[in-house]
């Protein structure tokens, strides 16, 4: 089925160790974000891409780095976690056609 | 302030009921407007779209839009457990090229059967 698949679902990480959240679409959409969800916050934009080779940060860019070398795969770089990126982490992306985000099924992460 | 506020919640109905969600904003260059609903444990789900001003029906569901009170809604009715989860408004200015939406914190539904 197309749409946004993440991975890994679920991930534990030691403080100072570094990961990648994978995120890839198969919509051709130009526009790709990484968001954070923690409760009674709503949803946080970290960092966003309007097309491959451009990328800028969002609301809460800090310790997070992104780069988008293809339209398809937009990958989340932890640099060193922290227990405060303890975090439900969704990629989404939507093109001039579209209105919406769709959004990915979501990354729990949890840094002990 | 937040540029959109919506009550968490919860809000908890009995099934078969009329449900009212609600969102208040500040920023009058906002034209799309957006409802989203989370299940547990799972992404955000695009409900409905409006365009500016009005109404949208789509089955059970109307969105509705008021610019001049800046206060857009979502009505369900006859309410289903199935409706359980949160809804979230989105926003986008006519004036952003970044394609970039403005949340609200979403609202917890509850039905209960």
């Known amino acids: 089925n197309a749409g946004v698949t993440q991975t890994p679902k679920f991930q534990v990480l030691k403080t100072g160790q570094s990961m990648t959240l994978q995120c890839a679409q198969d919509m051709n959409h130009e526009y790709m974000s990484w968001y954070r969800q923690d409760p009674g916050m709503g949803l946080r934009l970290i960092h966003y891409s309007v097309g491959a080779g451009i990328t800028d940060q969002g609301e809460v860019p800090n310790g997070y780095n992104v780069s988008r070398s293809t339209t398809e795969d937009f990958p989340l770089r932890l640099l060193s976690a922290a227990p405060s990126q303890t975090s439900v982490y969704f990629c989404?992306?939507?093109?001039?056609?579209?209105?919406?985000?769709?959004f990915g099924s979501g990354t729990r992460l949890t840094v002990v | 302030q937040k540029e959109v506020e919506q009550d968490p919640g919860p809000l908890s109905v009995p099934e078969g009921a009329i449900v009212s969600l609600n969102c208040t904003y500040s920023n009058s260059a906002f034209q799309y407007f957006m409802w989203y609903r989370q299940y547990s444990r799972k992404g955000p789900e695009l409900l409905m779209y409006?365009?500016s001003s009005g109404n949208k029906e789509d089955g059970r569901f109307t969105a509705q839009v008021d610019k001049s009170s800046k206060y857009i809604s979502l009505f369900i009715r006859d309410s289903q457990p199935s409706d359980s989860a949160t809804y979230l408004c989105a926003m986008r200015s006519r004036m952003d090229s970044n394609y970039q939406l403005i949340w609200g914190a979403g609202t917890k539904l509850i039905i209960k059967p």
């Open positions: 409006t365009y």
């Open positions: 989404a992306s939507t093109d001039r056609a579209n209105y919406g985000y769709t």
